[in-house]
Nanobody, 126 residues
């Protein structure tokens, strides 16, 4: 299974970006997806996760109300819409996936995921 993350870039504080994660695994609806981020010198942290069905979404407290995770099971792609970006959101963002027999199960830990994308850099700076 291969993941391809894209959409990162340089944005001013208060701006928006949308990250995309294309997943080669089929059927895509049986892959739970997570977005994680890692800033220099820090651990890789959870940002948001979504179940295969897309009906359960969970977020880190630091991004609640600003970020939105979604997925399109026809396009085999997951998204992370990031609004009201802050300098502390600056990090390398990774998407991850794992196969699950239940389309309604979410996973919150990075160790729960066995497929990872290459990361896309998000820099929030004026």
């Amino acid at each position: 299974v291969q993941l391809q993350a894209s959409g990162g870039g340089l944005v001013q504080p208060g701006g928006s970006l949308r990250l995309s994660c294309s997943v080669s695994g089929r059927p895509f609806s049986h892959y739970a997806v997570g977005w994680f981020r890692q800033a220099p010198g820090k651990e890789r942290d959870l940002v948001a996760v979504i179940t295969g069905s897309g009906d359960v979404k969970k977020y880190a407290d630091s991004v609640k109300g600003r970020f939105a995770i979604s997925r399109d099971n026809v396009k085999n792609t997951a998204y992370l819409q990031m609004d009201s970006l802050k300098p502390e959101d600056t990090a390398l963002y990774y998407c991850a996936a794992r196969w699950t027999s239940s389309t309604r199960t979410s996973y919150l830990r990075s160790v729960d995921y066995n497929y990872w994308g290459q990361g896309t850099q998000v820099t929030v700076s004026s």
